[in-house]
């Protein structure tokens, strides 16, 4: 079974709650992967979203541009992540999720990209332009039994996410807001009834991201689906050295169960 769904459906075994980090590949150098990756992993993450340093970064806010461009500025390359990630696999052994825009996977070739994730040991991918109906392209990535992750939005009809929600892989990335990623103080009163209407719908694991900032926001979110993804929040915090509140916003999606 393949790695990330495997530790999904522990989770569910379990009764817990997922908890899914996002950091930048090459934010800070790449030598400094391993540590962020131990780190998170001893912290109790389930798996790791590892961001993809992309010139057009569309659907992201601030930070995550501001973590690109570093990232970018070192010099970092998808070859080069790759083969980081592939030099550390048999020390980290949480699954790794590769998030990057569909351009950098074409770039690379779809047929060595895959290849090249096999080898490193990748377990899902997230390609947020990439609509159900231009998956196809990246259907290389599937066979090789990476999944890849479907996401829908506060604005999706039900019927929209029916349809992306069948035959969904890994987890269905819920984005909890209509924007941008980036820490929020508030959502919106509709998230929580969203939350369940996608939750209904979907044969796998309905994970909420963007904006969630708050052991708060983690622990109101978490009530209404399977667990959370956090970038921006955590990327401060590695960039601050205040790597106890990652601890804390880790933690907080386990409390509601043991309770
Ligand atoms: O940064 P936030 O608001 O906590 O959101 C999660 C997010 O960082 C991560 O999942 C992500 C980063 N870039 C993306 C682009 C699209 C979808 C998701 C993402």
């Known amino acids: 079974m393949n790695k990330l769904t495997k530790a999904l459906e522990e989770c569910?075994?379990?009764?817990?709650?997922?908890?899914?980090?996002?950091?930048?590949?090459?934010?800070?150098?790449?030598?400094?992967?391993?540590?962020?990756?131990l780190f998170l992993e001893n912290s109790g993450a389930t798996a790791v979203e590892l961001g993809i340093p992309f010139s057009d970064p569309v659907a992201d806010g601030p930070v995550i541009q501001q973590a690109g461009i570093r990232s970018l500025e070192n010099g970092t390359t998808l070859r080069d992540v790759l083969k980081k990630v592939k030099e550390i696999k048999n020390e980290v052994k949480i699954p790794i999720i590769l998030m990057g825009y569909s351009n950098s996977l074409m770039a690379y070739g779809l047929k060595e990209f895959t290849e090249d994730?096999?080898?490193?040991?990748?377990?899902?991918?997230?390609?947020?332009?990439?609509?159900?109906?231009?998956?196809?392209?990246?259907?290389?990535?599937?066979?090789?039994?990476?999944?890849?992750?479907?996401?829908?939005?506060?604005?999706?009809?039900?019927?929209?996410?029916?349809?992306?929600?069948?035959?969904?892989?890994?987890?269905?990335?819920?984005v909890t807001v209509k924007g941008i990623t980036g820490t929020r103080d508030t959502f919106a009163g509709e998230l929580g009834d969203y939350l369940k209407k996608v939750k209904e719908l979907s044969p796998v694991p309905v994970l909420a991201g963007f904006g969630i900032s708050t052991p708060e926001h983690v622990r109101d979110t978490i009530k209404s689906c399977d667990g959370v993804i956090v970038g921006s929040k955590i990327i401060e915090c590695f960039e601050s050295g205040k790597q106890d509140q990652i601890n804390e916003l880790i933690q907080a999606s386990k409390d509601l169960v043991r309770k």
């Open 12 to 37: 569910r075994i379990k009764q817990e709650k997922a908890f899914i980090p996002y950091i930048m590949a090459g934010d800070g150098g790449l030598e400094r992967l391993k540590s962020q990756l």
């Open 117 to 174: 994730c096999l080898s490193a040991g990748i377990s899902g991918c997230i390609i947020p332009d990439v609509p159900i109906e231009e998956e196809a392209v990246f259907s290389s990535i599937k066979m090789a039994g990476i999944v890849l992750i479907r996401l829908v939005t506060l604005t999706s009809s039900k019927e929209r996410i029916t349809e992306i929600t069948a035959g969904a892989e890994g987890f269905i990335y819920a």
